[in-house]
């Protein structure tokens, strides 16, 4: 119980640190920035490969195809395959993705991770070129646990992911923790492509 106590405490201080750069709310995540309003004559936008400065290859490709994914789904600007036919570009660096050790128990064993995905994102007009946003190291967290131990599984945190009590039960502590390592980068890619978004629809 006092660990547990331990590890709130702990979560609960990491998450009040992040709100200088990112204030969660109840529809996704709302990124601070400078602040624009995107101007009406904006209807068309390029979404460049991201720069990938993480150790996780293949995370710009991803970012970049599921941002033109998101900007698609919801139809107010229209993704376009060239940067010549665009009245916009989204430009952006990933800085890192890491997991860093929250907790640990009276014998060092890992309970909890962070894991933390940070990125550069520029929007600029292409023609006359300007700058119209930017969000600088944009950074989202999540956690997950180490071991079947720090599982809460009557938790609503758990119940809204995809693991079961049974799964938790069956695997092993490295198997559980490669596994909820894999819903958080899942989650904090989700996280960042729908509050990007979101944050451009807030511009008009």
Known sequence: MEQHFRIVLRRLGCQLGGLVLLIATGCGYRFAGESSFLPKDIRTIYVEPFINRSRDVGLEKELASGLRSEIFRMGRLRVVDLAEQA?????????????????????????????SLTVDVILRRREPSEILWRGPAIRLTEFYAGSRAAVVTTSSEFRNRTLNTSDVRRLTDIQLTETQNREARDRLMDGFVRGLHQRLMEMF
């Open 87 to 115: 009245d916009a570009i989204l430009t952006g660096s990933i800085l890192s993705l890491d997991s860093t050790v929250v907790s640990v128990n009276r014998r060092d064993e890992v309970l909890e991770y962070q894991s």
